[in-house]
């Protein structure tokens, strides 16, 4: 394991992209209150400054599509991270699988598995310092599917795929970057989960505080955000893919 530990964090540069909403904006405020200087990259400008003014000077905004393959180049080259978090993504449309078209069902592919290949690749060709962690948010519909939701399981089962394909890559060629990915479950405590929560709801029949009362307790961005840092610092468990829920961040069933 290439562990970093907790002093090495102060001062050390994180990129986040996504970094305006839910995990994203939870995982670049507890990176940024551990010491990092963090690059936040999102779309939207306006909660990209909202976080810049609530940071400080521990937070750089990048209005950016991470998407896009030449914006992954330049903030590499540019900021050489020694933390990299892949959080993009898009918010599917809920829906059963035959009121899908092709262009909403591959949305997800479009957004998260594309923002994560085009960083992940460039990682790899910088390279990246040794020591340096890479983090992909996939997703606990990885593991069990997600009927109401196009193609969005299967493009978080692919982000998976593709970190280890990259930390394969990483011990061929000696390059001492650790890739890793987390698989958060579903909550209601973000845009994009609240979305999950309603549409499974309706197809249960129930209303959403019942559906979420079923859920136990809910994820919410504070713990994405810790459960990130601990897992830069090395005092996390140490694998290569990990579920993460309200208890913290746990080996996958």
């Known amino acids: 394991m290439s562990e970093m530990p907790e002093n090495r964090v102060a001062g050390a540069t994180a990129l986040v992209t996504g970094a305006s909403r839910g995990f994203g904006r939870g995982i670049a405020t507890a990176l940024s209150r551990a010491g990092a200087q963090v690059v936040g990259v999102a779309r939207d400008r306006v909660p990209l400054e909202e976080l810049r003014a609530e940071l400080g000077g521990s937070f750089t905004a990048v209005p950016a599509d991470a998407t896009d393959p030449t914006v992954a180049g330049q903030l590499i080259d540019a900021y050489r991270p020694a933390i990299l978090v892949l959080n993009a993504g898009?918010?599917?449309?809920?829906?059963?699988?035959?009121?899908?078209?092709?262009?909403?069902?591959?949305?997800?592919?479009?957004?998260?598995?594309?923002?994560?290949f085009h960083w992940t690749r460039e990682a790899i060709l910088a390279p990246l310092a040794p020591g340096s962690i890479v983090i992909t948010l996939s997703s606990g519909a990885a593991l069990r599917g997600s009927p109401m939701s196009g193609g969005y399981a299967g493009a978080k089962a692919t982000i998976r795929?593709?970190?280890?394909?990259?930390?394969?890559?990483?011990?061929?060629?000696?390059?001492?970057?650790?890739?890793?990915?987390?698989?958060?479950?579903l909550t209601p405590a973000t845009a994009l989960g609240a979305v999950g929560v309603a549409g499974?709801?309706?197809?249960?029949?129930?209303?959403?505080?019942?559906?979420?009362?079923?859920?136990?307790?809910?994820?919410?961005?504070?713990?994405?955000?810790?459960?990130?840092?601990?897992?830069?610092?090395?005092s996390g468990p140490d694998q290569d893919a990990y579920l993460l829920t309200a208890a913290g961040l746990g080996p996958l069933s």
């Open 90 to 116: 898009a918010t599917p449309l809920m829906r059963p699988i035959q009121h899908h078209t092709w262009q909403t069902f591959s949305r997800n592919w479009d957004t998260d598995v594309q923002q994560a």
């Open 161 to 185: 795929f593709l970190t280890a394909y990259a930390a394969a890559e990483s011990e061929r060629g000696a390059l001492g970057i650790r890739f890793v990915s987390v698989l958060p479950q």
């Open 200 to 234: 499974y709801a309706a197809r249960q029949g129930v209303d959403v505080a019942t559906f979420i009362e079923g859920m136990g307790p809910a994820l919410t961005p504070e713990h994405a955000g810790k459960a990130i840092t601990d897992l830069v610092t090395g």
